[in-house]
């Protein structure tokens, strides 16, 4: 028997080489990784751990774009500019006193504020970014940008910060924005915002902030140590808040507040037809630009003290004596109750002499015989003492009342003051003393206790040539949402009817047209060429001058006791689709200072 075998050894041989080369090789690539690892976790295992620690996942909002403001007509008015915010990340600081220093180093922050900012935070949200300033400029952006890497938890982010184009114009009427606070965040206009968010604080901003406001989008994103953001992981987009047109003309509005300017007053401008506020200018002012930023303690505390009131809206909430203005609501009084003749001539001597005491006219010498007519023209105060004595206080303040003067206008922004028409009831009540007799010629010529605003003089000299309705003065024309879509649109809203007799209401109109048109008339300067104006001049006493010195120069007197200018006027008086209530404080006779300003406003209204 034969055996026979197939073993070769020189394949085998060759066989074991190679797989002793081959597991040569593993070793090879399992020792470099095993070395890879050792070096990995052991050597640099500290220092990846940390960074693996550091970078982590973070929920960021996505600011809404507040909504524009325009005027009447398209024009722009406010809206959103890119603004450098300096924040921290509360929860990535490590020493707060020493980076608080840091910061105050490079940019001018209030300490105390920004440290009292973060530690509510550190209490509640410690991963919230927190906003120490607005608005920084290239310089502060600059330092802080080279030193960011040495300062845990600091972050710069690019926000839209509220920009009004024209500065201080119609800043009253717009308002301003105002970091939120905590009682704001309870209210259902605000249920959209967060701590840290500006919101409206005044005017226009305030009262559409609802849906000026948008609706904030969210991202997730990595970020590293010092905050900033490595990857966006979602993304969900911000919804920009609606457009807010107002009723105002920029045009008008901007010549209001040039004619009021170095001056202390008020102006405003109605259409008499719909009750739409033309322009409103209130001086002296300031800029909504500046709260925009976050305001500076030190400029806040110059507007707060500053005697002159500049956040102050003197159309809505200044109350003056309405000075001889007051003297068109004792003639439709008069008339009305039947105690006026329109006719009948009372004569003026320069005096008239009540309970033993004298009330003197503002001419000297006086203007002889004068009828309802003349009286009004050439605004004759002599007429007037006599026409109160006749009618009576209660019965004045019943009327005054009935035409809208002493009580809300209902305009929709602002804190509308109601201004005060006095009575016998009220002086009992007020001072517990009874009504003099001699007080009501004080009244009846617009001095003593009677206090009004000049929005609702406006109304009320619209109402008159308008036939006798008093209309919600309107600072908005309509509110449009995403693809121009309007949300609201407003119409003339009548809040009331005067419901007095036509005739006595025209006596009273030619009168008026007379004051502006005739020979004598104290609103002369008012007139313009080949447009029929109608108005009424009102001088308005801050103190009684003694008799022997009613002859001082107005600048002799103390500019606080210097009466204040009044002029209120409409045009066309035939078809009236302007009118106008101009308020100068403490700058004389309203005849003098304020008529020719309503000239302007008047003159730059039909050039458009």
Same mark, same amino acid.
């Given at each position: 028997?034969?055996?026979?075998?197939?073993?070769?050894?020189?394949?085998?041989?060759?066989?074991?080489?190679?797989?002793?080369?081959?597991?040569?090789?593993?070793?090879?690539?399992?020792?470099?990784?095993?070395?890879?690892?050792?070096?990995?976790?052991?050597?640099?295992? *500290?220092?990846?751990? /940390?960074?693996?620690? #550091?970078?982590?996942?973070?929920?960021?909002? +996505?600011? %809404?774009? =507040?909504?524009? !403001?325009?005027?009447?007509?398209?024009?722009?008015?406010?809206?959103?500019?890119?603004?450098?915010?300096?924040?921290?990340?509360?929860?990535?600081?490590?020493?707060?006193?020493?980076?608080?220093?840091?910061?105050?180093?490079?940019?001018?922050?209030?300490?105390?504020?920004?440290?009292?900012?973060?530690?509510?935070?550190?209490?509640?949200?410690?991963?919230?970014?927190?906003?120490?300033?607005?608005?920084?400029?290239?310089?502060?952006? *600059?330092?802080?940008? /080279?030193?960011?890497? #040495?300062?845990?938890?600091?972050?710069?982010? +690019?926000? %839209?910060? =509220?920009?009004? !184009?024209?500065?201080?114009?119609?800043?009253?009427?717009?308002?301003?924005?105002?970091?939120?606070?905590?009682?704001?965040?309870?209210?259902?206009?605000?249920?959209?915002?967060?701590?840290?968010?500006?919101?409206?604080?005044?005017?226009?901003?305030?009262?559409?902030?609802?849906?000026?406001?948008?609706?904030?989008?969210?991202?997730?994103?990595?970020?590293?140590?010092?905050?900033?953001?490595?990857?966006?992981?979602?993304?969900?987009? *911000?919804?920009?808040? /609606?457009?807010?047109?107002?009723?105002?003309?920029?045009?008008?509005?901007?010549?209001?507040?040039?004619?009021?300017?170095?001056?202390?007053?008020?102006?405003?401008?109605?259409?008499?037809?719909?009750?739409?506020?033309?322009?409103?200018?209130?001086?002296?002012?300031?800029?909504?630009?500046?709260?925009?930023?976050?305001?500076?303690?030190?400029?806040?505390?110059?507007?707060?003290?500053?005697?002159?009131?500049?956040?102050?809206?003197?159309?809505?909430?200044?109350?003056?004596?309405?000075?001889?203005?007051?003297?068109?609501?004792?003639?439709?009084?008069?008339?009305?109750?039947?105690?006026?003749?329109?006719?009948?001539?009372?004569?003026?001597?320069?005096?008239?002499?009540?309970?033993?005491?004298?009330?003197?006219?503002?001419?000297?010498?006086?203007?002889?015989?004068?009828?309802?007519?003349?009286?009004?023209?050439?605004?004759?105060?002599?007429?007037?003492?006599?026409?109160?004595?006749?009618?009576?206080?209660?019965?004045?303040?019943?009327?005054?009342?009935?035409?809208?003067?002493?009580?809300?206008?209902?305009?929709?922004?602002?804190?509308?003051?109601?201004?005060?028409?006095?009575?016998?009831?009220?002086?009992?009540?007020?001072?517990?003393?009874?009504?003099?007799?001699?007080?009501?010629?004080?009244?009846?010529?617009?001095?003593?206790?009677?206090?009004?605003?000049?929005?609702?003089?406006?109304?009320?000299?619209?109402?008159?040539?308008?036939?006798?309705?008093?209309?919600?003065?309107?600072?908005?024309?309509?509110?449009?949402?995403?693809?121009?879509?309007?949300?609201?649109?407003?119409?003339?809203?009548?809040?009331?009817?005067?419901?007095?007799?036509?005739?006595?209401?025209?006596?009273?109109?030619?009168?008026?047209?007379?004051?502006?048109?005739?020979?004598?008339?104290?609103?002369?300067?008012?007139?313009?060429?080949?447009?029929?104006?109608?108005?009424?001049?009102?001088?308005?006493?801050?103190?009684?001058?003694?008799?022997?010195?009613?002859?001082?120069?107005?600048?002799?007197?103390?500019?606080?006791?210097?009466?204040?200018?009044?002029?209120?006027?409409?045009?066309?008086?035939?078809?009236?689709?302007?009118?106008?209530?101009?308020?100068?404080?403490?700058?004389?006779?309203?005849?003098?200072?304020?008529?020719?300003?309503?000239?302007?406003?008047?003159?730059?209204?039909?050039?458009?």
């Amino acid at each position: 028997m034969v055996w026979r075998s197939d073993f070769d050894p020189v394949e085998t041989e060759i066989y074991q080489k190679r797989l002793t080369k081959v597991t040569f090789l593993v070793l090879i690539v399992f020792g470099v990784l095993f070395v890879r690892l050792w070096f990995l976790q052991i050597i640099h295992g *500290a220092a990846y751990r /940390a960074e693996s620690e #550091n970078n982590r996942i973070d929920l960021r909002d +996505v600011i %809404p774009f =507040r909504g524009l !403001i325009f005027d009447r007509n398209g024009h722009l008015l406010v809206d959103n500019r890119p603004s450098f915010i300096l924040g921290v990340i509360p929860e990535n600081i490590s020493n707060l006193d020493g980076l608080l220093t840091d910061l105050c180093r490079l940019v001018e922050i209030d300490r105390g504020t920004a440290k009292t900012k973060i530690q509510r935070a550190l209490q509640g949200n410690p991963f919230r970014c927190v906003y120490l300033k607005k608005g920084l400029t290239r310089d502060e952006l *600059a330092r802080i940008e /080279a030193h960011i890497l #040495n300062m845990p938890g600091v972050t710069i982010e +690019v926000k %839209p910060q =509220r920009h009004c !184009i024209y500065g201080t114009l119609a800043a009253h009427l717009i308002g301003y924005l105002g970091e939120i606070d905590r009682e704001q965040l309870g209210r259902k206009e605000y249920d959209k915002n967060k701590l840290g968010d500006f919101v409206g604080k005044c005017g226009i901003e305030k009262k559409w902030h609802r849906y000026l406001n948008g609706t904030r989008g969210g991202q997730q994103v990595e970020v590293n140590a010092s905050g900033r953001i490595l990857k966006v992981l979602y993304q969900k987009e *911000a919804e920009p808040g /609606a457009n807010v047109f107002l009723t105002i003309d920029k045009d008008l509005q901007m010549l209001a507040e040039n004619s009021l300017s170095n001056k202390v007053g008020a102006i405003v401008a109605m259409d008499p037809r719909s009750g739409e506020i033309l322009a409103m200018a209130s001086s002296p002012t300031c800029d909504p630009n500046d709260f925009a930023k976050g305001m500076d303690k030190r400029v806040w505390e110059r507007l707060v003290s500053n005697p002159y009131f500049p956040l102050q809206n003197r159309v809505i909430s200044g109350q003056y004596p309405p000075g001889s203005i007051f003297k068109i609501v004792v003639a439709l009084a008069g008339l009305e109750e039947g105690v006026i003749d329109p006719y009948e001539k009372i004569f003026c001597g320069g005096s008239y002499t009540f309970q033993g005491r004298e009330y003197r006219d503002w001419k000297e010498g006086g203007h002889g015989f004068v009828d309802l007519h003349r009286g009004l023209v050439e605004s004759c105060d002599v007429y007037f003492y006599k026409m109160g004595q006749k009618i009576g206080i209660d019965t004045i303040a019943k009327y005054a009342k009935r035409l809208g003067l002493g009580r809300n206008t209902g305009i929709q922004v602002g804190d509308e003051q109601p201004g005060l028409i006095p009575n016998k009831a009220w002086k009992l009540k007020r001072w517990h003393v009874p009504w003099q007799d001699g007080e009501t010629l004080s009244v009846a010529v617009g001095q003593s206790f009677a206090l009004i605003t000049p929005i609702q003089l406006v109304r009320f000299v619209s109402a008159l040539f308008n036939g006798g309705i008093l209309f919600r003065p309107r600072v908005t024309k309509r509110v449009e949402g995403d693809g121009n879509k309007t949300i609201f649109e407003f119409k003339p809203d009548i809040s009331g009817y005067w419901d007095l007799n036509e005739e006595n209401m025209e006596l009273v109109k030619k009168a008026l047209f007379g004051v502006v048109n005739e020979p004598r008339g104290t609103g002369w300067r008012a007139r313009l060429h080949r447009i029929g104006v109608a108005g009424k001049t009102g001088t308005a006493q801050v103190i009684a001058l003694p008799k022997d010195r009613e002859s001082v120069e107005e600048e002799d007197i103390p500019y606080k006791f210097r009466d204040h200018a009044w002029f209120v006027a409409v045009a066309p008086a035939e078809n009236a689709t302007i009118a106008v209530a101009i308020l100068v404080e403490h700058s004389g006779h309203g005849g003098a200072v304020a008529a020719p300003i309503a000239k302007n406003i008047l003159a730059g209204h039909f050039k458009r």
